[in-house]
């Protein structure tokens, strides 16, 4: 017996170390993605078009293994999916158009500031005031944004800009989120977190390419490697592993891998792009990077395929 209790807390751990090394190098995978925005020879809203289109096959797939159905949506939750998928779309062309006018750590921060908007939603719709660590999240989210964006203002407009663009897009992530929440979580036992995604990414695709056309964007790449890194990268590998991973850990630990993002992007950001950070800098993504762990731990768990996108 206790042999065997041995042998079933070997797997144990190693089933928990798995899930871990998971969470994380999703969101290594996905800190990545920026830095082939930046690569692409397309313009930035047309990779974000690549990303979802070459991606698409293999969501069906993957839709299909888990069993999830991907017709006879309602109608009226085929309708939320295309208002989400628009915010969605508009979200990944103002990202990656940020992306390429200010620092790399800079765009995963405010790209991934929809956490804190969801949180300040959440307040508003309760009609309650923050209580405890939430207004210490609000304070250093404010703080750290500020000198993030004061430090981007004083390095040129044009990389204020790019903040301005990432939180636009912070902002639209979270409108995606609260548009497909409560039909994940009425319908998620017919259309799961991949057909779901399978859906958003049929109608964002069309609205993307249509933005890039509209800019004047080249959208055939001449050079196929930084768009198929990208979409195999975000899309495919960290995708993949953090849909596998979220459903098993509580939002905090979500929160505390979601730290490791712009931490990578701020690495790619000096030795590739030499990006250099100031102690204020840290300073401000450390305030802000707090908040969103402290964000994430506040919110209920959104189903795993919608929460999982940046990269």
Not at 72 to 86: H, N, Y
Not at 123 to 138: D, K, N, S, T, Y
Not at 179 to 187: A, F, G, I, M, P
């Amino acid at each position: 017996m206790e042999k065997e209790g041995a042998e079933k807390a070997k797997l144990f751990d190693l089933r928990a170390a798995l899930l871990l090394a998971a969470l994380l190098g999703g969101n290594v995978a996905l800190a990545m993605g920026p830095w082939f925005v930046r690569m692409a020879d397309t313009g930035p809203v047309s990779a974000a078009f690549w990303r979802l289109f070459l991606a698409l096959p293999f969501l069906i797939v993957f839709a299909r293994m888990a069993g999830q159905k991907m017709g006879g949506m309602p109608r009226k939750t085929l309708v939320l999916v295309a208002v989400g998928a628009t915010a969605f779309a508009m979200d990944l062309a103002s990202w990656h158009v940020g992306i390429g006018l200010t620092r790399l750590g800079n765009a995963t921060l405010f790209g991934n500031a929809g956490s804190i908007i969801l949180l300040f939603w959440g307040f508003i719709v309760a009609r309650m005031l923050p209580r405890g660590l939430e207004w210490v999240a609000i304070v250093f989210a404010l703080t750290g944004a500020g000198i993030l964006l004061g430090r981007s203002l004083e390095i040129s407009t044009q990389t204020f800009i790019g903040d301005l663009f990432c939180l636009t897009a912070g902002v639209l992530y979270a409108v995606y989120l609260l548009t497909l929440q409560s039909e994940r979580q009425r319908e998620g036992a017919q259309f799961g977190s991949w057909s779901l995604l399978v859906w958003v990414s049929i109608f964002a695709c069309p609205v993307l390419l249509a933005i890039a056309l509209a800019l004047g964007e080249p959208v055939w790449p001449t050079d196929w490697t930084p768009i198929l890194i990208l979409f195999v990268t975000s899309q495919l590998i960290g995708q993949g592993l953090l849909v596998f991973s979220l459903g098993h850990f509580p939002p905090l630990v979500i929160g505390l891998a979601l730290l490791t993002q712009p931490a990578v992007a701020a690495v790619i950001g000096y030795s590739v792009f030499g990006e250099v950070l100031t102690p204020l800098d840290i300073a401000g993504m450390v305030l802000l990077g707090s908040a969103l762990v402290v964000a994430r731990a506040s919110q209920r768990k959104a189903g795993p395929g919608i929460a999982a996108k940046r990269g």
